[in-house]
């Protein structure tokens, strides 16, 4: 199996990379940012508690993302690996991803980073936010605070992750089939 994470800030790209490169590896793409949405729409109760912290550019805590993300694993098990966009976000989510995937003796392969400057992050999320109907992409003011949620709550990761040495680094910036060709090479590296 090949679990890979695709981290980095909001706006980085993880949705957009995670699924254009999942079919190159045969994994499953799970994008709690997704899961959260989707449930939003249909409107259960997972949805309305989620809403109104993605609206407002918080994380939604970590209880609830937990045992949603426990979920998702579970229902897709068993299958050839897993690529985690948006999560995890804070250490206490790594801690349990860590926790979950050794008690089925998994474990994760690498973190891969999109690296990209905050504005060009604010740049892109506005422009999404034109045709998305996402709230949390609708000002600058909710961009800047999932911005400083990151720097508070999931940057520390990087560390986390640097000492069980999985961290690697990208350009996240340019056309994003360079990025896909970058994120393909360094991954098929750590693979071969
Ligand atoms: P997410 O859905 O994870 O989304 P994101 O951080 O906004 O974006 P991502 O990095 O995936 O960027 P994308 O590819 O879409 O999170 C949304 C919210 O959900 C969070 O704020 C939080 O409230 C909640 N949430 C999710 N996971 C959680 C967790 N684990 N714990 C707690 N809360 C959680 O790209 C962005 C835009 O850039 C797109 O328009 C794209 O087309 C464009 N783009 C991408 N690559 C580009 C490139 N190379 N050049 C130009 N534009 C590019």
Do not use: W
């Not at 985690?84 to 474990?107: C, H």
């Not at 034109?130 to 003011?141: I, L, M, N, W």
């Not at 040495?165 to 360079?178: H, P, T």
């Amino acid at each position: 199996m090949l679990n890979i994470i695709i981290f980095g800030k909001p706006g980085s790209g993880k949705g957009t990379q995670a699924s254009l490169i999942k079919d190159n590896y045969n994994l499953v793409h799970i994008s709690t940012g997704d899961v959260f949405r989707k449930n939003t729409s249909q409107g259960t109760d997972l949805g309305k508690v989620a809403v109104q912290f993605m609206s407002k550019g918080e994380l939604v805590p970590d209880e609830i993302t937990i045992s949603m993300l426990k979920e998702e694993i579970k229902s897709f098990m068993p299958c050839n690996g897993f690529i985690f966009d948006g999560f995890p976000r804070t250490i206490i989510q790594a801690e349990s991803l860590d926790d979950l995937l050794k008690s089925m003796e998994l474990n994760i392969d690498m973190v891969v980073a999109l690296d990209v400057e905050n504005n060009k992050l604010i740049e892109r999320l506005l422009n999404r936010g034109k045709t998305s109907g996402r709230s949390d992409d609708k000002s600058e003011e909710k961009i800047n605070k999932r911005l400083e949620e990151y720097d508070k709550k999931t940057k520390p990761l990087i560390d986390f992750y640097k000492n069980q040495k999985k961290f690697i680094s990208i350009n996240g910036v340019g056309d994003l089939n360079d990025v896909t060709t970058r994120l393909i090479s360094i991954i098929d590296s750590k693979i071969s």
